[in-house]
């Protein structure tokens, strides 16, 4: 239940619509609405509906405002039932991107633009969360208006509810945070070890985005029930959310411990303050925020974990499943979102794990200046306008400054990986240098550069890269024994993985 003051300034003597959104079976219920006093009954007000989808839609009502005041004051009271109709209000907001927090007002307007003044009461402990505005407390008020940035904003919403909810603000580089969380667990230990993990992904974000502050202030909120909040609200067992300026992760019995369990989370989560927020690309989406998550999280664990441990787990189920192509794991938006093989864990993974990377690999082929332009295009031309992964295509053919429908092809169309071999390794001494001829193969038939690196006796190395279009050899003339090559050492690639040896020499396909 709710409750709504609000004020209406700016507005012209014609009608003043009011809007709400319903589903079948009501997903807000305007109890009461009374301006200046005078209740208003909307079954009696002239009404349009707007079908979009599924019986739900849009309805506006239009009200005859005839008055002498300069503006009006009202309160509304409204109870939102989120449980049974969330995943069809999402359906919704797929489709509108217009709306206040409970409904739109759609107001003829002196010039300077209208303006709508909420003050909401919420019960003790109560958030309520404006996407892409932020989090709201009882009795602060938010400004709705043309100059206000909160207007025709999309529609979800969220009422957050926690017990002893306690607020910590600081300030990182240029961005504002607030953070909220269970007030017996505030520690100068926990929130040093919050503003680390912060430090390390604004800087990494900001570094290969060229942008540093995506939004001016970011809510976080550590939800104590978070599984129990997001099975409510979203009908499934998220691992983070973002409602773009807010995020909401879950938290476990400390926030060292916390950060300890979730920081993938919270990479994740931030990183769509960038893809996401500052710029939207439909189930695109995902790639780039956990390519963004995977270059945070790999500067906040030990390297070998990383590259030993955690991506070769990754690689290993990326390369096991084959009932996808990713094209088809980001691509039901338009024709059929709805479609649950999109929401199958196969279809997860690969949206969320191939993808990424694809991007590491293409990152590889163009280098790191040009892949951070191409990072920087993408969010600057799709920022307030909608882009998907043809625009990504697109920009990265023109940062690239060549055609790459041939590695697009290979990477989004198929559930093939490469999976290379060397069939041919001579070495041969020549003074105090020593020749390296190798024949690299791809039973797979990619074209792709590969990073081969040769590790010598004197516990040097030395990195390259070979362009094998379904084989190739090189000739390599080296300072010291080869005595190991490993091929792709930086997880550049997800391929089939295999160790072996060649005429003595150990090789790696990593
Ligand atoms: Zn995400």
């Known amino acids: 239940m709710g409750r709504y003051e609000f004020t209406i300034f700016n507005f012209t003597s014609k009608t003043l619509y009011i809007a709400r959104y319903f589903t079948p079976d009501g997903f807000v219920d305007i109890n009461n609405i009374t301006i200046e006093g005078v209740p208003l009954n909307l079954s009696k007000l002239d009404r349009y509906r707007y079908e979009i989808i599924n019986g739900s839609g849009i309805e506006f009502y239009a009200v005859n405002v005839s008055t002498n005041l300069t503006k009006l004051q009202g309160v509304a009271t409204y109870e939102v039932r989120y449980k049974k109709n969330w995943k069809l209000f999402y359906s919704l907001g797929e489709n509108i991107t217009i709306g206040t927090d409970f409904s739109f007002w759609d107001l003829a307007s002196n010039?300077?633009?209208?303006?709508?003044?909420?003050?909401?009461?919420?019960?003790?402990?109560?958030?309520?969360?404006?996407?892409?505005?932020?989090?709201?407390?009882?009795?602060?008020?938010?400004v709705y208006g043309v100059d206000s940035g909160v207007q025709h904003l999309s529609i979800s919403t969220v009422m957050v509810w926690m017990p002893n909810l306690e607020r910590v603000d600081f300030t990182l580089g240029s961005m504002n945070f607030t953070v909220y969380l269970p007030s017996w667990v505030i520690s100068d230990e926990g929130i040093e070890a919050l503003k680390s993990k912060l430090n390390l992904a604004?800087?990494?974000?900001?570094?290969?985005?060229?942008?540093?502050?995506?939004?001016?202030?970011?809510?976080?909120?550590?939800?104590?029930?978070?599984?129990?909040?997001?099975?409510?609200?979203?009908?499934?067992?998220?691992?983070?959310?973002?409602?773009?300026?807010?995020?909401?992760?879950?938290?476990?019995?400390?926030?060292?411990?916390?950060?300890?369990?979730?920081?993938?989370?919270?990479?994740?989560?931030?990183?769509?303050?960038?893809?996401?927020?500052?710029?939207?690309?439909?189930?695109?989406?995902?790639?780039?925020?956990?390519?963004?998550?995977?270059?945070?999280?790999?500067?906040?664990?030990?390297?070998?974990?990383?590259?030993?441990?955690?991506?070769?787990?990754?690689?290993?189920?990326?390369?096991?499943?084959?009932?996808?192509?990713?094209?088809?794991?980001?691509?039901?938006?338009?024709?059929?979102?709805?479609?649950?093989?999109?929401?199958?864990q196969e279809a997860w993974y690969i949206r969320y794990f191939k993808g990424p990377y694809i991007l590491r690999s293409l990152r590889f082929l163009v280098g790191d200046q040009k892949f951070g332009e191409i990072f920087h295009t993408l969010l600057e031309e799709c920022h307030g306008s909608y882009c998907e992964y043809r625009d990504f295509i697109r920009i990265s053919e023109k940062v690239y400054g060549d055609d790459l429908s041939w590695f697009f092809d290979e990477w989004f169309n198929t559930t093939e990986v490469p999976d290379y071999n060397v069939t041919v390794l001579n070495i041969t001494q020549v003074e105090n240098t020593y020749n390296l001829t190798l024949t690299i193969t791809d039973a797979s038939n990619f074209t792709m550069p590969v990073p081969v690196r040769i590790y010598l006796e004197n516990g040097e190395y030395v990195d390259e890269r070979v362009w094998v279009n379904g084989t190739a050899t090189v000739s390599l003339e080296l300072p010291d024994k080869p005595v190991k090559i490993v091929i792709d050492p930086e997880e550049a690639i997800a391929n089939v993985n295999r160790e072996f040896s060649v005429n003595g020499v150990v090789v790696k396909v990593d």
């Open 111 to 142: 010039s300077g633009g209208y303006r709508i003044v909420v003050t909401p009461k919420l019960p003790k402990g109560t958030l309520y969360v404006i996407s892409g505005y932020g989090t709201v407390e009882n009795g602060s008020t938010v």
């Open 202 to 344: 604004l800087s990494v974000y900001g570094n290969l985005t060229g942008i540093e502050k995506p939004t001016e202030r970011l809510f976080i909120i550590f939800h104590s029930q978070f599984w129990k909040f997001s099975q409510e609200t979203l009908g499934y067992t998220a691992r983070g959310i973002n409602y773009f300026s807010t995020i909401i992760l879950p938290f476990r019995n400390d926030l060292p411990t916390t950060l300890d369990y979730y920081q993938l989370n919270l990479f994740h989560e931030f990183a769509h303050e960038w893809f996401g927020h500052y710029a939207g690309f439909g189930l695109f989406v995902e790639t780039p925020t956990q390519f963004l998550m995977l270059e945070a999280y790999s500067r906040s664990v030990s390297q070998t974990y990383f590259y030993d441990q955690y991506l070769d787990e990754v690689e290993k189920q990326v390369v096991s499943i084959k009932n996808f192509t990713y094209i088809e794991t980001i691509t039901g938006k338009y024709d059929n979102f709805s479609d649950p093989r999109l929401y199958s």
